[in-house]
């Protein structure tokens, strides 16, 4: 009974099976390397023991939430949806764009989990390339994909600002094509490391009706353990996004964690100046050795390659402590 995508299709793992869960730093899901301070979770426990009720739904329509988060983008209400992650908001563009009717275009590398809930969803996915030396994304190759007569149509197109895993920033002949895709084509820029780059797109989206900005809380706001991102765009995109998700899909407590770190930003947005010059730091040491290639970043991580990457994998495990 399980449909034939769905057996061939492997389940999502972040780190390969091989290595520990202990005695290792993680680094390919680029999460913050700061906690909450100390100060924060209490507060939040302080929350939940007085506010909470257990017994009750969550608020379904995140209104303090939209509103502190429109206050923070600087757009109103009724430009945002939550969602369980931004994977969750992956998914409903999707559904609500692509399921049985169109596929999507990607530039590889890329991250992952357009590609994967696509495949989850039978929905095809076109991949075009980037240039190997600053990763800028195949011009021609998308030219070319625009102007075919691709069956499905082609119905979303997704970038990520800066790129992960390259760390590079869309450059302006890349958004020049993103301002001429046609308004029925969705164009979704995700900015899941906006705070890092201080680069954003959000103040063009007044002029394109049929761009969408995802954000999450996963990086800077140091929040991946309760899942919380966000959509930015028109109301009519807003509206079908927030039917096709499920009703209750973010638990009180991340509610009030996201509600808790927007208040508390310039607390934990202040530690961003010293991610920036560490990724320097980290830069310039990784430049200088002959077996690596290293790229700079916008985001909080660097993009590397070596000629044996399995070799270097093991020679960092057999120094690991576990
Ligand atoms: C980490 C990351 C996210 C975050 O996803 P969540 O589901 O919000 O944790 C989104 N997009 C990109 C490109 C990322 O690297």
């Not at 390969?16 to 909450?36: C, F, K, R, Y």
């Not at 890349?174 to 680069?199: K, T």
């Not at 407590?253 to 320097?280: G, M, P, T, V, W």
């Amino acid at each position: 009974m399980i449909r034939s995508e769905i057996l061939q299709l492997k389940a999502y793992s972040s780190h390969p099976g091989e290595i520990p869960n202990g005695g290792v730093d993680h680094l390919d899901t680029n999460e913050s390397a700061l906690q909450l301070p100390l100060e924060l979770k209490q507060k939040l426990m302080w929350l939940y023991q007085e506010h909470v009720e257990t017994n009750r739904y969550p608020d379904g329509t995140h209104a303090e939430l939209k509103k502190a988060l429109g206050e923070y983008v600087g757009v109103l209400p009724q430009n945002i949806s939550v969602g369980n992650g931004s994977d969750e908001l992956i998914r409903s563009i999707l559904i609500a764009t692509c399921l049985g009717v169109g596929s999507i275009l990607v530039a590889e590398p890329t991250f992952s989990m357009y590609g994967i809930l696509a495949q989850t969803l039978g929905i095809p996915v076109f991949s075009v390339g980037r240039n190997p030396h600053n990763f800028a994304i195949d011009m021609a190759a998308t030219q070319e994909l625009s102007t075919s007569n691709e069956k499905p149509p082609l119905k979303v197109v997704f970038v990520v600002h800066p790129n992960s895993p390259t760390g590079n920033l869309l450059q302006e002949e890349e958004v020049a094509w993103l301002r001429q895709i046609p308004e029925n084509i969705m164009v979704v820029i995700d900015e899941a490391y906006y705070e890092f780059s201080g680069h954003s797109l959000v103040s063009e989206l007044p002029q394109h009706p049929n761009w969408v900005i995802l954000r999450t809380f996963s990086k800077a706001f140091r929040l991946a353990a309760h899942r919380m991102g966000y959509a930015v765009a028109a109301p009519n995109i807003i509206d079908a996004l927030e039917k096709v998700r499920l009703p209750y899909n973010l638990p009180t407590l991340s509610q009030q964690a996201a509600l808790l770190a927007l208040k508390h930003r310039d607390l934990l947005l202040n530690s961003i100046e010293q991610l920036q010059q560490e990724r320097k730091r980290v830069y310039q040491a990784l430049e200088i050795l002959p077996i690596v290639k290293v790229w700079p970043s916008q985001a909080n991580f660097v993009y590397l390659q070596v000629q044996n990457p399995q070799d270097l994998v093991t020679q960092l495990l057999n120094k690991a402590h576990w």
